[in-house]
């Protein structure tokens, strides 16, 4: 925790430290733009400002250990009124990225790590996957002008591969009908993965570059395996 | 591909047609940080005509938020701090989007993002907005269908 009332010991600073960043957060002109335009400042004390200043003064494992780079949603209204074009929604990224795993706050890197192992954010099994895809179609098909509708599952050659958000298959399975009802009405070919087909990347929220490679890279696989040209991705 | 693009594309191919007189009510759009401004600096470019386009396609009566686009302000829902536990500081962090909403007077909001639908959802009773509709674009989309 960091407040702006805390008194830093002078001998803590090191320029250098964090100087091979590459946010240009030594550019910072301390001119507050970024504090006034963030939505978040104030927050737990948060301030763009001082954060930046803070990487650029070495205090490295005060802003990791901190609250403040998981209150800020990386929205980059501060960065876009910069006048030294500090890339601070990164920093704060590269921040997280800092944080141990095992510390990283809520089911962020928990799910991160049930989609490596599983595939899916959810550790839905395969089966049970199909089921619920298979099910809400049923749903979808008995709405007028629906009639004969099907959810295509791993359907070689097919013009676009959606991925699904795992809300949709969760909570939130209504939801998987508009996209449905849109491909029906276009005449779509269109098909979903009954593996990998996980559309959130939450590598993204925790600083995780090799985690979102991984996803990413495992679509790319599916599209490959059934020879799908277009991807679409609505996460 | 994004959903706008494919959105778009079936409009104007004319593979989907679309009843602009299902809703009156009034209705406004909210750019996700990440599909506005945060694309517009990554890829050179953000989203901001493309769903208003599709919004005009699927209605009459809609509004822009004020300030919107490059200046639009975040939902409070984005980076994952649905999912990281700190929830009073998420609530709170919406005051400001919340205020843009009601200057409108909308009964919907139309988003294409699911953390954006996730936040709204979970917050708008907190702001007294409980009656205020979370659409997603394409839901908005799938409901003005006209089915031959």
Redesign the interface.
Known sequence: MISSSEIIDMDQLDHTRCRNWPFLQDFCVTCGMCASSC??SG??GFDPRMLVRMVSLGLAEEVIDA?WP????????C??VCPMQIDI?DLIRKIRSKREREK?????HK?LVAALETGNNLRLPKDDFIFIIEDVAEEVAEE???EGFKAPIDKKGAN?LTTI?N?LVNTHTE?L???W??FH????DWTVTSENWEG?S?G???GDDDAMKIMAGRIVEQMEKLEVK?????? | MTVFDLLIQYIKDGRIHLDKSKFTQLATYHDPCNYGRKAQKRFGHGFFQEPRWILDQCMENWVDLYPRQMNQICCGGGGGTLTNGYNPERVFYARKKIDQIKATGAKMLVVPCHSCHGQFNNIKAEYGLEDLEIKYLWELVADCLILS
């Open positions: 939505p978040a927050i737990d609250r998981w209150i800020c949603t990386m929205c980059g209204k960065e876009n929604a990283v706050p809520g089911i962020l799910g007028p002008g629906f676009i958000h809300k939801d009908k508009h996209w009802k849109i009405a276009a005449k779509e959130t939450w993204y929220f925790t277009t991807l679409l991705w609505p996460e």
